[in-house]
């Protein structure tokens, strides 16, 4: 069964680096997203790629994230500088319709 | 903005009994209602899919419906098991397929 599939798992990095997260969506899934969820709390969508346009990256923090989609496919996600309340679970989840299908996630940890 | 309320956070149970898990919605025009189950440090599995124009779906043990009119979703789970346990999340769906999530159900099923 195909899965969308993201790493690092786990990461932990210093107040102040440079942090990214790889995610590799389901094959032909033309829709993907990136979520932040902190712990105890529904993930909230931080921004929607459609092949390799941004639809939606109201919530995404701009002066520290970016993400990318270059070739409509594989997306990354980036963090400079990490601060302490970025800490959370990164999601990625991709679709070709109505429903989403998640990955494992990343775990950061910021110390 | 869509409100998402998942009552109660926190459910215990032993084994056998039903599991009744409830979200509320602000908006009545949400598109979808996805419900998905979270093992900790784990991603997000999908469990149930309902379309705007659907008012239940089932799968095995599980059922869930939708009342769009009075802003409320029910996730059923029949004779529950130890791994059931879980936290349990329902999320909107608007029609560009942002999902807006609640903060989810934890739920222990005692042997």
């Known amino acids: 069964e195909a899965e969308v599939a993201q790493s690092p798992r786990y990461k932990i990095t210093e107040k102040s680096q440079a942090v990214a997260f790889w995610c590799d969506p389901i094959?032909?899934?033309?829709?993907l997203y990136w979520y932040r969820q902190i712990l105890g709390q529904g993930p909230e969508l931080l921004v929607q790629?459609?092949?390799?346009?941004?639809?939606?990256d109201s919530q995404l923090p701009k002066d520290r994230f970016s993400a990318e989609r270059l070739k409509g496919v594989d997306s990354t996600l980036k963090i400079q500088p990490a601060e302490l309340g970025d800490s959370a679970m990164y999601l990625c989840?991709?679709?070709?319709?109505?429903?989403?299908?998640f990955g494992p996630g990343t775990r950061l940890t910021v110390t | 903005k869509q409100e998402v309320t998942q009552i109660p956070a926190a459910l215990s149970v032993p084994e056998g009994e039903n599991l009744v898990l409830n979200c509320s919605f602000t908006d009545s025009a949400i598109y979808n209602l996805q419900w998905f189950r979270q093992d900790p440090g784990k991603g997000l599995t999908s469990l149930l899919l309902?379309?705007?124009?659907?008012r239940e779906q089932t799968s095995g043990r599980l059922n869930a419906s939708l009342d769009k009119s009075s802003g409320r979703s029910t996730l059923y789970i029949a004779a529950s098991q130890p791994g059931d346990s879980a936290t349990y999340l329902c999320a909107g769906t608007d029609s560009w397929g942002k999902l807006q999530f609640g903060a989810g159900t934890q739920v222990v099923v005692t042997p």
């Open positions: 989840a991709s679709s070709d319709s109505y429903e989403q299908y």
């Open positions: 094959s032909g899934h033309a829709t």
């Open positions: 309902i379309q705007s124009s659907q």
């Open positions: 790629f459609q092949d390799e346009s941004v639809v939606d």
